[in-house]
């Protein structure tokens, strides 16, 4: 189907089934019980997770494909923001052209900067996408602020021209249909959320999710995995592989160009921030939590990651008082004073312990976890060779005969 083979089809499938059923998974509880707190299926995190799925799989094409480690991926997922928003500001809310104009201006500062980053490989190279990286966000929060709006952030205004608005909303749109609009479904107790924004998300990283594919099984793709493999030797044979690593560059500049896109079209608001090398580093976190060089890796580890950025740290003190409220006063207290420092603020240290098990324990990320899973539970569904135990079922072998 489309294309692939009968695994990656069925890849795409499930990840289609995860995605537009998500509503339903991310909310296991009741909305009235004290699990609650664990549910993630309201639409500003759903559509964090999508958005941030399609940064994390375009750095995927160059870290998993290539093995160049750019730490400053985050550039272009501000770049995006930005044009999204002035087409916005000039054009009208229409999501469509502010998202066209995110991918071109991306993908056209990706060529600048990888132009010249990529004469260089290794740490030479992060180094330098670093510094890029870094003068794009001091660029923004300063120097270039009658385009950025500097430390306010760029945002629309009433008095903006708009020259194409008519009588279309005053919020984010597609073709009229509100990117805030969502439809309440109630079960019992249960609660669940369908919102167009996340929808709209959603599409673009399952097409996302299906060029990558098509990337990784492309001849294309092949060569990338060669230049991670040896470049040096490549080069030796006469074959010159910038071209490739900077469409690898170009290509992933894109992706993240598309993250910032829809991030604006769903707050119309850029700033500053988001290309700061924290950003940056976080998506690196992304894909090696999930498993570099993976198809579903860097999505599951985006996910993981903002789930606990945006679960864990509202967990506080009094929420652990309800959770210990069946033990004696001086028992709750102290199973509050230990679990603490890893819940609300301190939810850094917990997803730092947890990096560093995967790390240590499995290399290959949450993906060589489930992979571990499903051949230990193949393993124990399989029967022993021969049946119960019954002699019949082990042949004797057979007698050695002289010659």
Not at 322 to 329: C, T
Not at 358 to 378: D, H, K, S, T
């Amino acid at each position: 189907m489309f294309g692939l083979d009968k695994k990656d089809t069925t890849l795409l499938i499930v990840v289609t089934a995860l995605v537009v059923l998500a509503p339903f998974i991310l909310n296991p509880f009741p909305a009235d019980s004290a699990l609650a707190q664990f549910n993630a299926g309201y639409p500003d995190l759903m559509q964090r997770f999508v958005i941030f799925g399609i940064f994390a799989i375009g750095f995927n094409l160059l870290f998993g494909l290539t093995g160049y480690l750019s730490f400053g991926h985050a550039a272009f997922l501000g770049v995006g923001s930005y044009a999204a928003v002035w087409m916005f500001k000039l054009l009208s809310y229409n999501v469509v052209p502010a998202i066209v104009l995110a991918v071109i201006v991306a993908g056209l500062f990706s060529v600048l900067i990888g132009y010249v980053s990529l004469r260089r490989s290794g740490i030479y190279f992060s180094i330098l996408t670093l510094a890029f990286a870094q003068m794009s966000y001091n660029l923004a929060y300063s120097v270039l602020t009658p385009i950025t709006n500097g430390e306010t952030g760029l945002q629309v205004y009433s008095n903006d021209p708009q020259i194409l608005k008519g009588d279309g909303p005053d919020v984010t749109h597609l073709f009229g249909l509100e990117m805030g609009s969502a439809y309440t479904l109630d079960i019992g107790p249960w609660s669940f959320v369908f919102s167009a924004g996340y929808y709209f998300c959603a599409i673009f990283m399952l097409v996302a999710f299906y060029l990558a594919i098509r990337i990784f099984r492309s001849p294309f793709g092949l060569m990338l995995r060669a230049v991670k493999s040896n470049q040096q030797r490549m080069a030796y044979t006469g074959l010159n592989t910038r071209p490739y690593t900077l469409a690898a560059f170009v290509i992933s500049g894109m992706y993240a160009g598309l993250a910032g896109g829809l991030m604006a079209a769903m707050d119309p608001l850029a700033g500053a921030e988001r290309m700061q090398w924290t950003a940056s580093g976080e998506v690196v976190l992304m894909t090696i939590l999930g498993g570099a060089g993976t198809l579903i890796g860097p999505v599951l580890g985006a996910g993981f990651i903002k789930y606990f950025e945006n679960i864990f740290s509202k967990i506080n003190d009094s929420v652990l008082h309800q959770w210990f409220s069946f033990m004696p006063d001086g028992m709750e207290d102290f199973m509050v004073f230990i679990v603490h420092p890893f819940i609300g603020k301190g939810w850094h240290l917990t997803l730092g312990i947890l990096f560093m098990l995967v790390v240590i324990f499995l290399p290959g990320g949450l993906v060589e976890g489930g992979q571990r899973i499903a051949a230990w539970l193949r393993g124990r569904g399989k029967k022993p060779a021969g049946g119960s135990g019954d002699p019949e079922h082990h042949p004797k072998p057979a007698p050695h005969v002289a010659e």
